[in-house]
């Protein structure tokens, strides 16, 4: 696997890419992957702490992780467990749903986790998205409650989707 290791705000020594690549050279035993996978990862530096976001797009799953934290060092650990912990979760859910096991894990060194739930659905809803701006969406999304909000918008006359962030602020998922 190849690790591509990019910076903003932060200067990054020989020490933290080494330490980047090492600790990611862990997740290799855990897949039978070709060299042309390629684990993107991005530091940064922000007033309130160090943050790491690393993507590892394999031919069956999309694996992400992040992590805030005040020692660069502790977010490269924690984002790692984290990958990890993904790769037990899909192993098991494979495990349970699939006969032929198509993501290709190295079964012998993946300890399944017992305490996953089976991923079932336990309400399905249909709605009928109404016409409104971003700003009327966000707010109609905040007095429910939720997470995420289902709107057409009234500039594009598209079906979007308004959704509130990790950090706090707003993503915004438009259809074609």
Known sequence: MKVTIRGKNVDLTEGIEAKITKKLDILDKYFIVS??????VLVRTYP???KIEVTIPTDYVLLRAEVVEDDLYD???SVVDKLESQIRKYKTKLSRKSKDHKLALNVATIV??????DDTIVKTKTIAPKPMDLEEA????ELIGHSFFVYKDTETNLISVVYKRHEGDY???ETE
Request: charged content about 35%; cysteine-free.
């Open 75 to 77: 977010a490269i650990d």
């Open 112 to 117: 399944p986790l017992d305490d996953e739930e």
């Open 138 to 141: 966000i707010m109609q999304m």
């Open 48 to 50: 309130l702490g160090q």
């Open 35 to 40: 060299d042309d996978v390629e684990a993107k």
């Open 171 to 173: 993503g915004l998922i």
